[in-house]
C-alpha cells in the first residue's frame, strides 16, 4: 500500500548512532554514523539530520532500536527514557520525548537488540518464519527473540544477556565483569570481558589461542538454553565478538555435542549451518531494524 513511504530509522547505540532514511535494504535514501557523546549533542544531531526528511513531508514516523536498559510501558511516565545506565551522562535521558518534541513525528521505540532481530526477521536471515533469535555478542550481550513477527516482551525486555551458564574456575579463574552478577553469559563472554581477562581486544587475540574454546563454550551453553526454553527457528549471532568468523563453526559444533542428540530436529542434527548464523544485513540489522519498527507501527506492509 504505502510502497514509496520513506521512514526514519535510529540504531542509537552506546558507541555510535546511525540513522538512515528508508523503506528497505533496497532503498537507503540517506545514512549518517556518529559517535555516542553526550545526550544533547547526539540527539541534536539526529535531529538535524531527520529535520529537512520531516520538514519536506517525506517521513512521518521514526523506529529507534536504542541501548539500554529503558522504560519501555506506555503507562509510564517515564516512558522511552533510558533508566540507569553505566555510561556517564545517559542515565535518565528521554530519548523518545526528545525525538518527537523536536521533530513532531510518531516514535516507535524499543531495545536494539528487538530492532536488530526484527530487521532480520522482515529482511534477513530470518525471513518468513515465525520464530527467530538474535543475540548480539558484543560490547553487551543482548538477545531479542521475534514471535510470530514481534518482539517478546514479558514483565519486562528478556535480557538474556545475564543467564547464568557453567563456570569452570580451575579453567577460566577470571571471575567476570558484571556488576550485578559477575560471571553472568555478560560478565564472562562479552568484548569486555575478554578483554579485562587478556589485556587484549578480542580483536587482535589470534585464532588459536586456547580461550576461543573457552569462549565457544559459553556462548554454546546460553544457546542450549536458549534452544531449549524458546525453541527459535532460527538464531543469529551478531555483534563484535562475532565479526571473528572462525568462531561460527566452532559454536555450532560445541551446540550440538551439548545437545547430545536431545533436540531431534533436522535443523540441529543435519543443518545446523543454516540454523546458527551470522546477520544476512550485517551492520545493518539494527538501522533497518529500527525502519521495520516504524513501519510497524504504522502497519505499512514491508517490501
Ligand atoms: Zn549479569
Known amino acids: 500500500m504505502k510502497n514509496s513511504q520513506l521512514y526514519g530509522g ?41 529535520q529537512p526528511f520531516v520538514s519536506s513531508g517525506q517521513i512521518h514516523a521514526i523506529g529507534v532500536g536504542c ?17 540507569f545506565t553505566p555510561k556517564p551522562n545517559w542515565s535518565h535521558t528521554d530519548v523518545r520525548g526528545t525525538l518527537q518534541r523536536a521533530l513532531n513525528v510518531d516514535i516507535a521505540f524499543d531495545i536494539d537488540v528487538n530492532a536488530a532481530a526484527l530487521g532480520e526477521t522482515t529482511w534477513g536471515a530470518s525471513m518468513g518464519l515465525d520464530s527467530s533469535l538474535y543475540v548480539t555478542i ?22 538474556m544477556g545475564h543467564v547464568l ?39 587482535l587475540v589470534p585464532e588459536e589461542d586456547a580461550f576461543w574454546d573457552i569462549e565457544t563454550h559459553y556462548i554454546a551453553s546460553a544457546l542450549m538454553n536458549f534452544i531449549l526454553t524458546l525453541s527459535p527457528k532460527k538464531i543469529i549471532l551478531g555483534g ?7 568462531l561460527f563453526p566452532k559454536i555450532r559444533r560445541r551446540a550440538r555435542e551439548l545437545l ?16 546458527i548464523v551470522p546477520p544476512a544485513l550485517g551492520n545493518q540489522s539494527g538501522s533497518l531494524g529500527a525502519i521495520a519498527l516504524a513501519m510497524q507501527m504504522t502497519e505499512a506492509q514491508p517490501l
Do not use: W
Open 138 to 159: 558484543g560490547t553487551g550481550i543482548g538477545g531479542g527473540y521475534i514471535k510470530d513477527g514481534k518482539p517478546l516482551v514479558g514483565m519486562l525486555n528478556l535480557e
Open 165 to 203: 551458564i557453567p563456570h569452570n574456575r580451575e579453567l577460566d579463574p577470571f571471575p567476570g565483569i558484571c556488576p550485578f552478577h559477575g560471571d553472568c553469559f555478560e560478565g564472562l563472554a562479552s568484548g569486555p570481558a575478554i578483554e579485562k581477562r587478556l589485556s587484549l581486544s578480542g580483536a
Open 67 to 83: 541501548f539500554g536498559p529503558l522504560d519501555l510501558n506506555p503507562k509510564s511516565p517515564t516512558y522511552g527514557h533510558i533508566s
Open 240 to 246: 563484535g565478538v562475532m565479526q571473528r568468523e572462525f
Open 10 to 50: 535510529i540504531e542509537a547505540g552506546g558507541t555510535k548512532f546511525v540513522c538512515v532514511v528508508a523503506n528497505g535494504p533496497d532503498r537507503v535514501v540517506d545514512e549518517v554514523r556518529f559517535p555516542t557523546t553526550t545526550p544533547d549533542e547526539t540527539l541534536r544531531r539526529a535531529i538535524q539530520f531527520f
Open 260 to 275: 547430545n542428540g536431545y533436540v531431534s530436529s533436522k535443523s540441529i542434527l543435519e543443518s545446523i549451518d543454516n540454523y
